[in-house]
């Protein structure tokens, strides 16, 4: 299953960790791939996380079933996703309580107006023993002409265990998200005969302030032990993106930086 799935998302399994979801029965392969170029490996295993919650979406579409509630039966909490002292106590009911709480302050069932759609994607982090349980609602609105995606508005809600300094906290999971869009939709280069096509700011697109979207962060009250936010909010943010276009225009994304040109081709393919 999700060796299948991972090639349909442009995703190696390099770095693959699961979520921490019950499925009864899976079936894993490890592929190794060789590249002339240097490869660094993305923060947080995002692609990783891209591939995984993405397809999770397809699933819940493909099964007739709502996405977060189809996520919620999965996040169960049992046998090795139940959890660990001392970081990760609770496992995989942490992971719901964010997941149900960013769906209820998004407005997850509110109507939307033609060409914009709610996308959900969760995850806790990077590492099983040290995660961070994080959901993310995107809502975007999709230009079926140009397939020019904006991004309106970023929700996520964090589980991080006991905050030290939630000013900074704020700031780190709100500097992680606008990278998190940065490199889902502005990001991205080529090589060109060996050598990188752009090599300065003046080509390489990054995520422009005029291009900010409103992002509401909240964080779960907890006294557990207080674990990373370095990195896990960059990798939320393109699947619920990539889902979130999904829901408004009914086109599935598999490929990352999200670019126009991408979005009018799913649509044609779509019609």
């Given at each position: 299953m999700f060796c299948s799935m991972l090639s349909r998302f442009g995703v190696p399994t390099i770095g693959m960790r699961l979520e921490p979801i019950g499925f009864a029965h899976y079936k894993m392969i490890w592929q190794t791939g060789h590249s002339d170029q240097v490869i660094c490996a993305l923060v947080g295993a995002g692609w990783t996380n891209w591939a995984v919650e993405s397809f999770m979406d397809e699933a819940a579409h493909a099964v007739g079933v709502d996405p977060v509630a189809f996520r919620l039966r999965l996040l169960n909490g049992v046998g090795r996703n139940s959890g660990s002292a001392p970081n990760a106590v609770g496992g995989a009911h942490r992971q719901a309580a964010v997941l149900a709480r960013v769906a209820e302050e998004a407005g997850w069932h509110s109507p939307m107006t033609n060409d914009t759609g709610l996308g959900v994607a969760t995850t806790?982090?990077?590492?099983?023993?040290?995660?961070?349980?994080?959901?993310?609602?995107?809502?975007?609105?999709?230009?079926r002409?140009?397939?020019?995606?904006?991004?309106e508005k970023l929700t996520l809600?964090?589980?991080?265990?006991?905050?030290?300094?939630?000013?900074?906290?704020?700031?780190?999971?709100e500097g992680a998200a606008l990278w998190g869009l940065s490199m889902a939709l502005h990001e991205g280069s080529e090589f060109l005969e060996g050598q990188p096509k752009d090599t300065n700011l003046d080509t390489y697109t990054l995520l422009r302030?005029?291009?900010?979207?409103?992002?509401?962060?909240?964080?779960?009250a907890s006294t557990e032990t207080p674990v990373g936010l370095g990195e896990a909010a960059t990798t939320v943010v393109a699947p619920a993106i990539g889902n979130a276009i999904f829901a408004a225009s009914g086109a599935r994304l598999r490929h990352l930086p999200i670019r126009p040109e991408a979005v009018r081709q799913a649509l044609t393919h779509r019609a």
């Open positions: 806790f982090g990077q590492e099983r023993d040290m995660p961070t349980w994080l959901a993310c609602v995107a809502r975007v609105r999709v230009d002409t140009s397939g020019r995606v904006t991004v809600v964090i589980d991080a265990g006991t905050l030290i300094q939630p000013d900074s906290a704020t700031a780190q999971v302030m005029g291009d900010v979207p409103e992002v509401e962060i909240e964080f779960l």
